[in-house]
């Protein structure tokens, strides 16, 4: 590409600051977005600065709504890679989905169950005594708990 070439379509394409300010993220984490594989410059020029097409502000969006719904940047890199291959990348997305959905339910079973086991020891300890500052123990409630 000749050098009037390469200037004509940085003037067509964004600087990285500039994806930066549109998009809301810092041009950090569009470097390391970059070494993950989940943007790519459309070009780079010989000073080495980075060029994006109009294109990559709405994949950097995208990334950033699949992270909301609490995506991994490595399901997201799946997500993208399923798309560049020509495959839809909706069922992946909804099995995605669905496996975060089991994990969420068992989290609040786990964690219920402990706020039960938390409440249940408030209750015990609500009318005891405080200990003697004198006294070796550290604190006798918590030394009081039942392990594992």
Request: charged fraction near 25%.
């Amino acid at each position: 590409m000749t050098k009037f070439a390469t200037e004509s379509l940085e003037q067509q394409l964004l600087k990285i600051g500039e994806l930066a300010k549109q998009t809301g993220v810092t041009v950090g984490t569009l470097r390391y977005y970059e070494s993950l594989g989940l943007l790519e410059p459309a070009l780079r020029n010989s000073s080495g600065y980075r060029y994006y097409t109009a294109d990559a502000a709405r994949q950097v969006q995208f990334i950033k709504k699949a992270q909301r719904l609490n995506f991994s940047l490595q399901e997201i890199q799946q997500i993208l890679t399923s798309r560049r291959q020509g495959i839809t990348a909706c069922p992946l997305v909804q099995d995605l989905l669905s496996r975060k959905i089991n994990f969420f339910e068992q989290e609040i079973q786990r964690m219920s169950a402990f706020k039960a086991e938390l409440e249940a020891y408030k209750k015990l300890w609500t009318n005891r005594a405080s200990d003697n500052p004198d006294s070796e123990e550290l604190c006798t409630l918590i030394e009081g708990v039942k392990e594992g």
